[in-house]
């Protein structure tokens, strides 16, 4: 099934609404429990936001990424950075889709449309971030289970999860050989599982990043990815362009939220007897900013048609992510010093942009990765 134009307008309205009137008046409330409260998923669930691009018959919305796009973007312009959905419904699933067995499948995607359960992967290590390769976490195999052990930090969603990708290693003899993806099914009280704090961040408080710790945690056999071990290195190389994809849809929507806040507050206050967008200088940084809203736009959007028709290699994917999530961060700063001193507060929207938006540089491989990577292909 692929989208026309109208029924990605009809969803972008859908979406928006959902932010804006039943998550977004939420924030503080998240913001103080370190968490979103697990009924704004299921509410997603219920409303056909989740897994939008898996097939009907896992319980999905039977589209394409292009919906997984506008539900990004809406997220975005609404201002809400407290639900983890490019993980939940951009990310996990498309693993299970691509890897799970078709019993898996059955079991698992519905449960993660409906949102009665959320989704996290867990690669990152406290030793370990980019390198994927070296993590340490182990699996080894004992008759029909694996008994995991080790420890990984920066998970998104790790505190809500109730299905976890694990990347571990199978063999510690190899290297990129040697990792594999496991998938676990946990809840606070599953034996050799422990969730550690909720992760205090310089932005996206709302939403829970989380230390997960792993003490002879028991998967079944039947959980691993794919038809053998050591295959999950190059699962995750397949599935990276996509996550980066997701970053650079989230970029373009900020950048120009960003314009378009900050055009509306320079035409409103005054200074020096007249709009600040009177000024010369507000109307010059503008003028360059907005530019780089349109080009910014213009390459995610072709970048989105490559993944479409099934074009996007990792050389394009990681350019994407390094260079718009660079913009994101210069405009925004730029927008913010329009601001002035009302910049720093956080009640206005171009303070959240700054501190929620930092990030953006270094999750999905950080953005001195994605350069070495690019220059690979050179």
Same mark, same amino acid.
């Given at each position: 099934?692929?989208?026309?134009?109208?029924?990605?307008?009809?969803?972008?309205?859908?979406?928006?609404?959902?932010?804006?009137?039943?998550?977004?008046?939420?924030?503080?409330?998240?913001?103080?429990?370190?968490?979103? /409260?697990?009924?704004?998923? @299921?509410?997603?669930?219920?409303?056909? &936001?989740?897994?939008?691009?898996?097939?009907?018959?896992?319980?999905?919305?039977?589209?394409?990424?292009?919906?997984?796009?506008?539900?990004?973007?809406?997220?975005?312009?609404?201002?809400?950075?407290?639900?983890?959905?490019?993980?939940?419904?951009?990310?996990?699933?498309?693993? &299970?889709?691509?890897?799970?067995?078709?019993?898996?499948?059955?079991?698992? &995607?519905?449960?993660?449309?409906?949102?009665?359960?959320?989704?996290?992967?867990?690669?990152?290590?406290?030793?370990?971030? /980019?390198?994927?390769?070296?993590?340490?976490?182990?699996?080894?195999?004992? #008759?029909?289970?694996?008994?995991?052990?080790?420890?990984?930090?920066?998970?998104?969603?790790?505190?809500?999860?109730?299905? &976890?990708?694990?990347?571990?290693? !199978?063999?510690?003899?190899?290297?990129?050989?040697?990792?594999?993806?496991?998938?676990?099914?946990?809840?606070?009280?599953?034996?050799?599982?422990?969730?550690?704090?909720?992760?205090?961040?310089?932005?996206?408080?709302?939403?829970?990043?989380?230390?997960?710790?792993?003490?002879?945690?028991?998967?079944?056999?039947?959980?691993?990815?794919?038809?053998?071990?050591?295959?999950?290195?190059?699962?995750?190389?397949?599935?990276?362009?996509?996550? @980066?994809?997701?970053?650079?849809? #989230?970029?373009?929507?900020?950048?120009?939220?960003?314009?378009?806040?900050?055009?509306?507050?320079?035409?409103?206050?005054?200074?020096?007897?007249?709009?600040?967008?009177?000024?010369?200088? !507000?109307?010059?940084?503008?003028?360059?900013?907005? !530019?780089?809203?349109?080009?910014?736009?213009?390459?995610?959007?072709?970048?989105?048609?490559?993944?479409? @028709?099934?074009?996007?290699?990792?050389?394009?994917?990681?350019?994407?992510?390094?260079?718009?999530?660079?913009?994101?961060?210069?405009?925004?700063?730029?927008?913010?010093?329009?601001?002035?001193?009302? #910049?720093?507060?956080?009640?206005?929207?171009?303070? @959240?942009?700054?501190?929620?938006?930092?990030?953006?540089?270094?999750?999905?491989?950080?953005?001195?990765?994605?350069?070495?990577?690019?220059?690979?292909?050179?």
């Amino acid at each position: 099934m692929t989208a026309d134009p109208g029924e990605l307008t009809e969803l972008s309205k859908l979406a928006r609404a959902f932010f804006t009137e039943e998550v977004v008046p939420r924030r503080e409330e998240f913001i103080a429990q370190g968490r979103p /409260s697990r009924d704004v998923y @299921r509410r997603a669930g219920e409303l056909g &936001l989740l897994c939008m691009s898996i097939p009907e018959e896992y319980g999905g919305g039977g589209g394409t990424f292009a919906h997984e796009a506008v539900l990004i973007t809406e997220q975005v312009k609404a201002g809400d950075t407290c639900m983890q959905l490019p993980v939940h419904t951009g990310i996990v699933p498309h693993y &299970l889709l691509a890897y799970a067995s078709e019993e898996n499948k059955h079991r698992w &995607l519905p449960k993660l449309a409906s949102g009665e359960w959320i989704g996290a992967i867990a690669m990152t290590e406290p030793g370990t971030g /980019s390198d994927l390769q070296n993590i340490t976490t182990k699996a080894i195999r004992e #008759g029909d289970e694996y008994v995991v052990s080790g420890a990984k930090t920066f998970i998104s969603n790790g505190r809500n999860c109730d299905l &976890l990708i694990i990347a571990v290693k !199978t063999d510690p003899t190899q290297g990129a050989r040697g990792v594999s993806l496991l998938v676990a099914e946990v809840a606070d009280d599953t034996p050799g599982f422990e969730r550690g704090r909720i992760l205090k961040k310089v932005g996206q408080k709302g939403q829970d990043t989380t230390e997960l710790f792993f003490d002879g945690l028991r998967v079944p056999v039947a959980n691993l990815l794919g038809d053998a071990e050591g295959q999950g290195f190059f699962q995750l190389m397949q599935q990276l362009p996509q996550e @980066r994809l997701i970053t650079g849809v #989230g970029a373009a929507a900020v950048i120009e939220n960003a314009v378009e806040t900050t055009i509306e507050y320079t035409k409103s206050r005054t200074a020096f007897g007249k709009p600040l967008f009177a000024l010369q200088n !507000t109307r010059m940084e503008l003028a360059e900013c907005a !530019t780089i809203a349109a080009v910014v736009r213009t390459f995610v959007d072709d970048a989105l048609a490559k993944h479409l @028709r099934g074009e996007l290699d990792v050389k394009t994917a990681a350019m994407v992510k390094y260079w718009t999530t660079d913009r994101q961060n210069e405009v925004v700063d730029r927008c913010l010093q329009l601001h002035g001193g009302y #910049g720093y507060m956080e009640e206005f929207p171009i303070a @959240r942009m700054w501190t929620d938006g930092r990030i953006a540089r270094i999750y999905a491989g950080a953005n001195e990765v994605m350069k070495d990577l690019i220059a690979r292909f050179l």
